[in-house]
Every structure is written in structure tokens, then in C-alpha cells.
């Protein structure tokens, strides 16, 4: 079973950048939709971004849109997610997450089987 790890979170003021990384070990990984989550305190966990298996289909959520990009290397099990113009509304904890089935892509967090143990993201006003 493939087993994330996320790296990249801190702290970070309006208008500024981070760079979310997902590695991935273990199978399978390729033939599986990646996304990114967040959970603010007192707030669901929300599907911020999702990329197919193979890299050529994308979701975004309305509020990040513009701003987000997420992105895949299958060849070294990586998933990214670069957030520019951040916003304090952005403040949350950021998940990666594997999708149970394969080669299909949904954004209900019940989709995903596997998850990593999140990053903080804090931007300050």
C-alpha cells in the first residue's frame, strides 16, 4: 500500500508563496488520482486540487483557482502543489491523498484511501 509524506508547509505573509511536496513509496501510485486537502480548525476537510493518473486532467476549488497549481512526477512518486498569492483564508492544515480506485478521479474525501499526516500552512495577515 502506498504510504505520503508531506513536506513544505510554514509560515508565510498575504501575497506570498509555498510549494507543497507529496511523496509517495510503496504501490501503487501512478495509476492512482493524487489530491491535495486542507481541514481549517472547526471546518471539514475540502478537496483543494486533484490530478489524474496520468497528469492531463485537474480540479480546482473555486477559492484557490488562479492561484494553485497542482502537478505530478510519476517517475519519482511525487505530487505538488504550488500556492501563490496566499491568503490568511488559506490557514489550514494541507493533506495529500491517494484515490482508492484506479484511473478515475473524484474530490469527495470518501474517494481516498490513503492519506498523509498533513502540513501546516499558517499566512499571515
Known amino acids: 500500500q502506498v504510504q505520503l509524506v508531506e513536506s513544505g508547509g510554514g509560515l508565510v505573509q498575504t501575497g506570498g508563496s509555498l510549494r507543497l511536496s507529496c511523496a509517495a513509496s510503496?504501490?501503487?501510485?501512478?495509476?492512482?488520482?493524487m489530491g491535495w486537502f486542507r481541514q481549517a480548525p472547526g471546518k471539514e476537510r475540502e478537496c483543494v486540487a486533484a490530478?489524474?493518473?496520468?497528469?492531463?486532467?485537474?480540479y480546482y476549488t473555486d477559492s484557490v483557482k488562479g492561484r494553485f497549481t497542482i502537478s505530478r512526477d510519476n517517475a519519482n512518486y511525487t505530487v505538488y502543489l504550488q500556492m501563490n498569492s496566499l491568503k490568511p483564508d488559506d490557514t489550514a492544515v494541507y493533506y495529500c491523498?491517494?484515490?482508492?480506485?484506479?484511473?478515475?478521479?473524484?474530490?469527495?474525501?470518501?474517494?481516498?484511501?490513503?492519506w498523509g499526516q498533513g502540513t501546516q500552512v499558517t499566512v499571515s495577515p
Open positions: 510503496g504501490r501503487p501510485f501512478s495509476t492512482r488520482a
Open positions: 491523498a491517494s484515490h482508492r480506485a484506479p484511473y478515475v478521479m473524484r474530490t469527495t474525501t470518501t474517494q481516498y484511501g490513503t
Open positions: 490530478i489524474s493518473w496520468s497528469g492531463s486532467n485537474t
